[in-house]
Structure formats: C-alpha cells, structure tokens
C-alpha cells in the first residue's frame, strides 16, 4: 500500500501560488508555477528564485564531551572531508562513505559554535540518521530535527533582497554560515545553495516558513522556482545529484569529487583515512580509475536524457559509458548532460555518440561546469 505524500510546511503556499505538484522523495513537492520552468530558470539567473527544500534532512550532532572538536573527529570516522578543521561559522561539503567506497549520500556540514549540523537528501534522510546515531552513539547525540524548515534563494538579486530583511546578510561570503533576524523570525542562515548562483539557504521553524517565504517573494526581484528550474541549473552548474549521478556503485574519484576530500584526510595527511572505504578511495587518488564523470555537450539540439548509453563512434559497437542526467540547459544555449564514460575516453573535447530513440547522436566531453558560478568568496 502507498504512503501519503508528506507535506513540507510551505504546501499550501505553492498551491496558492499555483504550483503544480508532483511526487518527489516522498514529498508532494512544487515543480514548477505558471511561469514554467524555462522562466523560473532564467530569473534565477538574472534576479532571484526562491526555492522550497524543506524536505531534506537536518540533522544535528553534539559531543557528549561538551566539546565540538570531539564531535568534529567523531564524524570523520565517516565522512573523508576535513570536518576538524572546519571553523565556527563556516560549512563544508562531505560525502559518506562505504565499505567499497561507494558514496551513500552526500551532505553540507555545518560548524554551528557549539555542534554541528548536517543537511542530507530527503530520500536519505532516514537511513542517513540510523548511520550517524549507529557510529557516534558512543561519544555523540544525533537528533534528527524534524521541526525545521529549509528555503533556498537563489541568484544575483538574493543578496540585496536578504539584506532587506537582515542587512547582515550582505557580510556573509561563500559558505559562511550565521543567525540572522528575517521578519522576526530567528533563521540559521547559510551563503550556498545547490544552483550555482550566489544565494542562500535559510533554516527556521516549520511554524515560521511561511512567514520568511512571504517576506522574500514580497521584494520585487524574488519570483518562486520550482523542482524543475533547481534540476536544469544545478545541471549547468556541474553539480550531482545524488541518486542519479553519484551512488553506492560511484566511489568520489569516479565522480570527480576528490576536491571534497581535504589533504589532511588523503595519504599522508595529518588525518588519512579513517572512513568506509578509504583504502580503496586511496588507491583511486593515486591510481586514478577506469571510469569518470563529465561533462556532455550535444552537437544538436535534442536532449541527451539519463540512461542514455554512449558509444566510441558511429558504428555504435564499442560501448564506453552512459549518462545520468540530461536535459536543455537554458543558459547554456542547447542541450548538457552529464554520464560516466571509460577513462581513455574522459579527455575534454572527445567525440562520443548517444543511443538516442534509435540514432546515434554526436557528443562532445566538455569541461564542468557549463556556467561557471558566481558564489561571493
């Protein structure tokens, strides 16, 4: 029998605002508003798009010793990012981490003063939970905090429609995280977001959601986006999304996201090591792998969907790899996607060819992102 949908606390909001919603991760969720997709795309480039993500997991994580370096160490034991060296105020990007290397979620980790806070994928969330409270149960508590609420504003214009409401806002850099006051409503504030685009992410109360999202969409340059818009720009921005781009089956270095993993957690860092899976990840550092992640650019103007397999020529004998999401890029004038191809075929501008309905379509490897970010540093 079928679970109810969830609703996050911003559900009717996007029903008075005329989403149309769909099923996602368990969650009645908006995809797009009546402006559509194209057009919720284009002005977060251009101003700003406001973005329900109150269905991903917040979950916090205290020392039992009192003290957040403890706990900081404690969550190394799974996650190969630099947790220890993360300074109050700040977040960084991990991924956990499995026996066989294989990426089980990925996640923003927070440095909150006193304890730290993880946000981690809505269909995740659950076992991403067990998995921190199993391991840390000795030296740490893990709650989940099923009482908050997450939006994302996302775009040139957020900074000065979040400053507004809380001028401190416009201090923050890329990855600085801080309380601030938004329609007196106590927000934990964070300068990222999943998009590309300089923006935030604001956590609050469910009971206050609504009120901070009325408060943003009221500045003029602040329009509600939807789950297609954040699909279509954090594909031009490179970034994965996990579950179709990175799984248990993809270790961090097939996926080119050994830039989350710090020196001090590589071999011979003060830290090395430490987490599931981190002998073989090392080996893939030094070694590299037989399989990586790119960038895909359409020579046409058809869209290259996930799934789709990839070839080493036109004679569609010499299978090479497949992509895992595709789609038009507004921004990037014509259709981006991204796939796993051998690693002799990774090099930026070879020619691969795409099983598309039947035809094999030209491809070309391109460098990530296909628009480059514009995150305030």
Known sequence: MNQPLLRTPLHDLHLELGARMVPFAGYDMPVQYPAGVMAEHLHTRAKAGLFDVSHMGQVRIRARSGQVADAARALEALVPADVVALR?????????????????????????????????????????????????????????????????????????ALASLDPRAADMRFMDVAELDLAGVACIVSRSGYTGEDGYEIGMADRDAVTVARALLACPDVAPAGLGARDSLRLEAGLCLYGSDIDLTTTPVEAALEWSIQKSRRPGGARAGGYPGAAIVADQLADGTTRRRVGLRAEGRAPVRGGTDLFADETGVTPVGHVTSGAFGPSAGGPVAMGYVAADHAVVGTRLFASVRGRLLPVQVSALPFVAPTFKR
């Open 88 to 160: 109050p105020g700040r977040q960084r990007y991990g991924l956990f981490t499995t026996a066989d290397g294989g990426i089980s979620d990925d996640l923003m980790i927070t440095h909150m003063g006193e304890w730290l806070l993880l946000v981690v994928n809505a269909a995740c969330k659950q076992a991403d939970f067990a998995h921190v409270q199993k391991a840390l149960e000795q030296t740490c508590t893990v709650e989940m905090l099923d009482g908050r609420a997450l939006i994302a504003l996302q775009g040139p214009a957020a900074e000065a």
